[in-house]
């Protein structure tokens, strides 16, 4: 074995992206796009032979809907239910980012593993939902996770600049974004809604009421954990929080993952127009499904 200390895989590929073109960042897969560097055609075939296990912890969300922040909350719990303090991986948990080498050495892994992924369901490895495991889905209204994208693709050297706004305003809504449509993979979630392995939380109850849900996820996953732990894991997740620790969870790119951390920032961002052209493909979309009434559109949209 070597005595030198690996190389973080994530920053090599930072550094990878930053001799690339922007127009060789992104390519096409069944119709979405996915980012080069990170996902590249082998690690997403292998994805086929993932062995999901009953007793995984799963979080998925589209991407700028919170998924680090709920790594950070799964972690914790975690943690305070084993007892250990387990020091978080040197890369993130989706599976789509694992290179086939890695992802055969999943299987070594005890349990109870952390899974992740930003994948339409359609695109997760099958075992996702053959096994049963228990699925934690993050969703954020379309509003503030397209300004949050538009900022994330700015900043994040793996990925092209998003400028101008309103072209990716409408990149956005076309689902031509990296994991494609941000409809289509609330859609999908609509019809698996009433699935008991499946528990959807939304990014602004959790800015609501974080010890609350905690408390629901680590129930959700027999994470058994008492109130004093609840509100401790609770105290730890909020943005502030996070960010401050964010040069040890995160290094270079802490401040780019936790960003604002705010609901309703699209005011800042979005035209009349634009705000009225995202309404009415709410509408047509999500308007009377569960999904869009959990999303309380009318509250954090208007
Ligand atoms: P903003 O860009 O609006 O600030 P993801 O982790 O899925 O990429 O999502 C990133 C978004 O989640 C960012 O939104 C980030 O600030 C926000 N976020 C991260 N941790 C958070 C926390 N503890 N509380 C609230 N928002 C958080």
Redesign the pocket.
């Given at each position: 074995m070597s005595q030198t200390q690996p190389e973080n895989p994530m920053k090599s590929r930072m550094e990878q992206a930053k001799e690339m073109k922007d127009e060789e960042k992104l390519y096409k897969r069944d119709g979405v796009l996915y980012s080069s560097i990170l996902s590249p055609p082998e690690t997403l075939d292998k994805l086929k032979d993932l062995e999901a296990r009953e007793d995984d912890v799963i979080l998925v969300?589209?991407?700028?809907?919170?998924?680090?922040?709920?790594?950070?909350?799964l972690r914790k719990i975690m943690n305070a239910s084993t007892g250990k303090n387990e020091a978080p991986p040197d890369r993130p948990p989706l599976v789509e980012f694992l290179p086939p080498d890695v992802q055969q050495k999943l299987s070594e892994m005890p349990p109870r593993r952390l899974l992740g992924s930003?994948l339409h369901p359609d695109n997760m490895p099958a075992s996702f939902f053959t096994k049963k495991p228990k699925i934690l889905v993050?969703f954020?209204n379309p509003k503030?996770t397209l300004?949050?994208?538009f900022?994330?693709m700015n900043k994040n050297p793996v990925l092209p600049s998003a400028e101008p706004w309103d072209k990716f305003f409408s990149e956005f809504l076309a689902g031509e974004v990296p994991w494609g449509c941000y409809f289509d993979h609330a859609l999908a979630w609509e019809k698996r809604i009433d699935d008991p392995n499946v528990m959807i939380v939304m990014?602004e109850e959790?800015?609501q009421n974080?010890p609350m849900e905690v408390k629901k996820i680590s129930e959700f996953f027999s994470f058994p954990l008492t109130q004093e732990q609840v509100n401790s894991v609770a105290e730890q997740?909020?943005?502030?929080?996070?960010?401050e620790n964010s040069n040890k969870s995160h290094s270079n790119m802490g401040s780019i993952?936790?960003?604002?951390?705010?609901v309703g920032?699209w005011k800042n961002h979005f035209s009349e127009a634009q705000s009225k052209e995202m309404d009415e493909i709410f509408r047509s979309k999500l308007a009377g499904t569960k999904l869009g009434a959990q999303m309380k559109y009318d509250i954090y949209c208007q």
């Open positions: 969300a589209y991407p700028k809907c919170g998924f680090n922040w709920m790594v950070g909350v930003h993050v954020r503030d300004v949050s994208y900022h994330f990014y959790l800015k974080l997740s909020t943005f502030n929080a996070m960010l993952f936790f960003r604002k951390g705010e920032d």
